[in-house]
């Protein structure tokens, strides 16, 4: 079998007569590019949500499903980028519930007529909060398996940069500590 200059052969598992068989056939050219991958990926950690990414990649959702069942390595992308997405959402939630998701400041003329309103909208809460359930155990497992994974080439250490580790927990409860003092001492 000849292969011509710059055409890449990808392996494929060939059905015909009821048994399997490798064999190789050109990409596909509607298929997925390293730059298609990447920008699914990227969009995947900033949104959290399969079809925006896919959509943003410019490729239908069940494709990006089905490249990942038969991609092991873009599966652990996947994880990868659906575990940033997920701490994202929880900073987001926290600093949310800690500041509030709204603020406007109006700047009125003489005559009480409004020359300029500001508004300062956060993220819709509810989507966050729909996608922080839908995601919660499947990125815990992540988590768990990165962990494992770590702990491989690592002594017993504490803190591992897990927002659920003791140092994290010690870390927010100090600064949750300095806000109350800041507070009280401002007279809220």
């Known amino acids: 079998m000849g292969k011509s200059e710059g055409s890449v052969l990808v392996t494929q598992r060939q059905r015909a007569g009821g048994e399997s068989r490798p064999q190789q ?3 596909r050219s509607d298929g997925w590019s390293k ?3 990447a920008l699914f990926l990227q969009m ?3 949104t959290c949500n399969a079809s925006e ?5 410019g490729k239908c959702r069940a494709g990006a499903y089905r490249k990942r069942a038969a ?4 599966a652990r992308a996947w994880d990868e980028a659906l575990d940033m997405g997920y701490a994202e959402i929880e900073l987001m939630l926290m600093r949310a519930a800690l500041f509030g998701s709204e603020s406007e400041e109006v700047t009125s003329d003489g005559e009480g007529a409004v ?5 300062r909208r956060a993220p819709d ?3 966050a909060l729909r996608l922080f359930l839908a995601y919660r155990d499947r990125v815990a497992g992540i988590r768990a398996q990165r962990r494992v994974r770590g702990q491989a080439g690592k002594g017993a250490g504490g803190g591992d940069g897990r927002p659920d580790s003791a140092a994290a927990i010690a870390q927010v409860e100090a600064m949750m500590a300095e ?3 800041r507070r009280a001492a401002a007279g809220a």
Do not use: H, M, T
């Open 115 to 119: 020359k300029a309103r500001k508004v």
């Open 179 to 181: 806000i109350a003092r």
């Open 71 to 74: 991609d092991p390595a873009f």
């Open 53 to 57: 990414a896919a959509r943003a990649a």
């Open 35 to 37: 730059a298609d991958e």
């Open 125 to 127: 809460l509810g989507v």
């Open 44 to 46: 995947l950690a900033e």
């Open 25 to 27: 056939r050109k990409r």
